[in-house]
């Protein structure tokens, strides 16, 4: 057991009351410790290299140097997890996103009133400590993921001999750490995968969008926010949409997305929603995948495929950023695979096929 009871949290952010409340809210949690504070990305430097905390919560939009410099530069010198805490404009959510792409740990939504943050914003610091112990995973997640943004080519893998042409439903799941590591399955899946690809990622709702946009950029597949009403296809990667319960029904031609605000819960889109959802249409030709990220969305639906024939990858220690929902999924007996993410692609592929075409 990893003691955190001695966690060094940097703050920085240009406003002085933001830093004040955040303090506060920090350090209501006895295990941690706020150890200096930062009024601008040159200033988070510098007292990152001074300090060495365990932990920077971190601002994007800040005087003389913005956040997202910052964090390219802190990354370079120390592998210190970065929990990005900004406003989210039209903007600033693409930028954010730009953020966790290039190895922010995590992100919250500042709002109006900080105090609502408090719970969130401690969870994450722990998560985010207990990570940084694991220099395994640090040089995995903090490792060059050659993310492109200029369109790859999205030509199939050839295939020698015919294969049946229905197709599989791969449910994928994933959470804190998920927008980068994400890059270690996705565009290893070929153009002409034997299966349509669900996506659901724990991320703010305004974030989804160029979430499947920038994933597109560098998938084989097709990769779009699901929409609904939409027609399922083979070859694509559909994305929950921020807000929305990613599910599926039947239409005349085949299945059609369906996007539903019940049941409620915590998240929206929900893993488990997702992959029940899945799972009622592809019957045994369901594959759920649940990789890093807290709490156990996801746990409960990967049993249910398993028990239903379909099959289930979790991802492993190794490389997850946090052990938290792949690790409930195995100790309910829910996995049939436990690998590390760059090896999760390959096993898709092998239990799917490709199609002909």
């Given amino acids: 057991m ?6 060094n949290v940097l ?3 240009d406003s002085p009351l933001t830093r004040k409340v955040l303090k506060i809210l920090i350090e209501s949690d006895k295990k941690l410790r706020v150890i200096g504070v930062a009024r601008d990305g040159i200033d988070a430097i510098e007292k990152t290299n001074e300090l060495n905390p365990d932990v920077i919560i971190m601002d994007i939009k800040m005087p003389n140097m913005d956040g997202l410099t910052a964090l390219q530069y802190i990354l370079e010198e120390k592998n210190i997890p970065v929990i990005v805490v900004s406003s ?7 930028i954010a996103y730009e953020a966790l792409e290039l190895g922010a740990f995590d992100y919250i939504e500042k709002l109006d009133d900080l105090y609502y943050l408090k719970d969130e ?6 998560a985010a400590y207990i990570f940084s112990q694991s220099e395994k995973a640090k040089k995995e997640f903090f490792s060059e993921k050659k993310i492109s943004y200029d369109h790859v080519d999205k030509k199939a893998i050839e295939i020698e001999t015919p294969i049946k042409m229905d197709y599989y439903g791969v449910a994928i799941g994933i959470s804190t750490g998920g927008p980068r590591t994400i890059y270690d399955v996705l565009p290893k899946l070929p153009a002409n995968l034997n299966a349509a690809v669900f996506l659901v990622q724990h991320i703010p709702e305004k974030f989804t969008r160029t979430y ?3 994933l597109d950029n560098s998938c084989g597949l097709k990769v779009v926010e699901a929409d609904d009403d939409m027609d399922v296809k083979p070859g694509y990667v559909y994305v929950g949409k921020g807000g929305y319960h990613l599910k599926l029904r039947k239409g005349l031609n085949g299945l059609k997305i369906l996007l539903s605000k019940t049941p409620p819960h915590i998240f929206m889109p929900s893993v488990d929603i997702m992959m029940e959802s899945v799972l009622e249409h592809f019957g045994n030709k369901t594959v759920g995948v649940l990789m890093t990220g807290m709490g156990n969305d996801g746990a409960n639906a990967m049993v249910k495929i398993k028990e239903k024939n379909g099959y289930t990858i979790a991802e492993s220690e190794e490389t997850a950023v946090v052990f938290g929902m792949p690790a409930e999924a195995i100790k309910l007996g829910g996995a049939d695979k436990v690998l590390p993410s760059y090896d999760i692609a390959k096993e898709i592929i092998k239990k799917v096929g490709l199609r002909n075409g």
């Fill in 2 to 7: 990893i003691d955190i009871s001695q966690t």
């Fill in 212 to 214: 499947a946009e920038r």
């Fill in 121 to 126: 914003l401690i969870k994450k610091i722990h």
């Fill in 88 to 94: 989210l404009g039209e903007r600033s959510s693409v």
């Fill in 11 to 13: 703050i920085a952010d």
